[in-house]
């Protein structure tokens, strides 16, 4: 991985760290209402490919970083 794209990768999970501690989940993971329905974004492939980026991220299906992510160097660390 490039050096880029590893303080990408740290900065990300700081920053969702940061909003779980502020009580923000998966549940806040998507858009408004308004975004969704006939001539819109779907909501089931929304939530398909929200829980792929999840995946790729090494993410638990509930927005939050799995265990090995947080103990990665550079990380915050959960309490």
Known sequence: MYKIE???DQEMKNERMLNMRA????????LPEMF????AIDKKEFEG???????FRDW????????RK?????LLKEN
Not at 23 to 30: A, L, P, Q, S, V
Not at 49 to 55: A, F, K, N, P, T
Not at 70 to 74: D, H, M, V
């Open 70 to 74: 947080l103990e990665e160097p550079g």
């Open 6 to 8: 590893q303080n990408n």
């Open 36 to 39: 969704f329905g006939k001539d």
């Open 49 to 55: 490919v929200l829980s792929d980026y999840y995946h």
């Open 60 to 67: 638990h299906q509930n927005g939050k970083p799995s265990k």
């Open 23 to 30: 009580g923000f989940d998966g549940e806040n993971d998507t």
